[in-house]
């Protein structure tokens, strides 16, 4: 079964850190690229970050960028979000997800990030 | 990374066809997606590569794109339809946008 398992999320004051982990399953982890997403509950979907097989080739939103690093590390089949420097507006429920081709076809559950003093 | 532009919501009767669009894609890609979200659960792919299906996924749902507007078409309505849908599109150096999303009543 393919899977995708968040960790990894919690409450955090402004100004602090937070460290995602994804870790999948079912599926041959190298071969994919690899995205965090995220939704306000009750909002929209927003795309955060997003890194090539290789990890050659990474990309941001402009509201994270600077601020957010991802990475990956394939002999452990996981997927990481480093997030610094966290405000309100980040609170959010992130998700790790499987591309395909350009698009998002496998998505974990979630795991919720609230930034609030 | 301007956010592409849904209608806030498109409803229909059982059996009808809906057509909800998303503008603001560029004229020249063809990487777009679309994803249906019912309350409380993750999204699903509807849609890639502007009219792609995933295995599993109904002939239903068709995707399709003209000039910088790309459009999600469900044909044959069904009370399940009844979620929020959303479009994304490849923008360039390895970035995507989200649309707003559209809610879909089935009446």
């Known amino acids: 079964e393919v899977q995708l398992v968040e960790s990894g999320g919690g409450l955090v004051q402004p100004g602090r850190s937070l460290r995602l982990s994804c870790v999948a399953s079912g599926f041959i982890f190298d071969d994919y690229a690899m995205h965090w997403l995220r939704q306000v509950p009750g909002k929209g979907l927003q795309w955060v970050s997003g890194?090539?097989?290789?990890?050659?080739?990474?990309g941001y939103a402009d509201s994270v960028r600077g601020r957010f690093m991802i990475s990956r590390d394939n002999a452990k089949n996981s997927l990481y979000l480093q997030m610094n420097s966290l405000r309100v507006e980040d609170t959010a429920l992130y998700y790790c997800v499987k591309a395909v081709a350009d698009a998002f076809d496998i998505w974990g559950q979630g795991t919720m990030v609230t930034v609030s003093s | 990374q301007s956010a592409l532009t849904q209608p806030r919501s498109v409803s229909g009767s059982p059996g009808q066809s809906v057509t909800i669009s998303c503008t603001g894609t560029s004229s020249d890609s063809n990487y777009v997606s679309w994803y249906q979200q019912h309350p409380g659960k993750v999204p699903r792919l509807l849609t890639y590569?502007?009219?792609k299906r995933p295995s599993g996924v109904p002939d239903r749902f068709s995707g399709s794109k003209s000039g910088n507007t790309a459009s999600l078409t469900i044909s044959g309505l069904q009370a399940d339809d009844e979620a929020d849908y959303y479009c994304?599109?490849?923008?360039?150096?390895?970035?995507?946008?989200f649309g707003g999303g559209t809610k879909l009543t089935v009446l």
């Open positions: 890194v090539s097989w290789n990890s050659a080739n990474i």
């Open positions: 994304c599109s490849y923008v360039s150096t390895y970035t995507w946008v």
């Open positions: 590569d502007v009219s």
